[in-house]
């Protein structure tokens, strides 16, 4: 006999505590934004951009939403039936980071699941596999389900061409738009086959700026904003002396 109770209350709880970002938004851009006026820079560039969402979302239940089917999607269903072999599989190329005590972190990450889950019956881990197992049939068209609809409420998107059957540019446009980025970087960043371009205009504008932006930046916006915090610093170092 299935407790559909405390079955519900198990799944929200993965959710919560493997699904969504801890920290609500990922990194809003208004973010960086508010940090380089906290340090008396003004962004040469607008950085962020509010968008609207579907009938009944706010921005962060969007996200949430997202970030659920993403989890559906890549679910194993041996974090259910199986945990210490699921987490062999997440850590089988740990071993390309050496300072790792892989052994630890194993131990620690499975630890951290069957806290989440606790001791589960036979049945119960029957009930849950098939049931993400049904969800992760349906995440990929329920998130392309929205897009047509996302582009129509906000027309700045509306030549960011992407596949739908592309969970990875579908993510990188959602996530960027309940991140609040701006829609000029996003589409850079939907274009991208790697991230490797925006991890070096990412690390230079820190160093221009003292302030981790934490977000893609387009290059020739970061460009412009390197630009103009230096010499928005040569000013304030003349003023000083």
Not at 2 to 15: A, F, P, S, V, Y
Not at 65 to 74: A, E, N
Not at 164 to 184: A, C, K, Q, V, W
Request: glycine fraction near 4%; proline fraction near 5%.
């Amino acid at each position: 006999m299935i407790d559909k109770n405390k079955i519900e209350k198990l799944i929200q709880t993965m959710l919560e505590k493997e699904a969504y970002f801890q920290d609500g938004h990922w990194s809003s851009s208004q973010n960086f934004d508010n940090e380089l006026r906290k340090h008396g820079f003004i962004p040469p560039v607008p950085l962020y951009h509010k968008y609207k969402f579907p009938s009944g979302f706010t921005e962060e239940s969007f996200e949430q939403f997202v970030m659920t089917q993403i989890y559906f999607y890549f679910f194993d269903t041996e974090r259910i039936t199986n945990p210490k072999s699921y987490v062999d599989k997440y850590f089988q190329y740990a071993e390309e980071f050496p300072y790792l005590d892989i052994e630890e972190e194993k131990k620690a990450y499975l630890f951290k699941i069957l806290s989440i889950t606790g001791p589960l019956s036979k049945e119960e881990k029957e009930y849950l596999s098939n049931y993400f197992a049904n969800e992760k049939a349906k995440s990929l068209g329920n998130l392309a389900s929205y897009l047509d609809e996302l582009k129509n409420l906000n027309p700045e998107i509306k030549d960011i061409n992407i596949n739908p059957n592309d969970i990875f540019r579908l993510t990188d446009l959602y996530i960027g738009m309940t991140s609040r980025f701006h829609y000029e970087d996003i589409k850079y960043f939907c274009s991208l086959n790697n991230m490797d371009q925006a991890t070096i205009d990412q690390e230079n504008i820190q160093k221009a700026t003292g302030i981790n932006p934490n977000l893609r930046i387009a290059p020739y916006r970061a460009k412009k904003i390197i630009e103009g915090i230096t010499i928005q610093k040569q000013k304030m170092f003349h003023r000083d002396i």
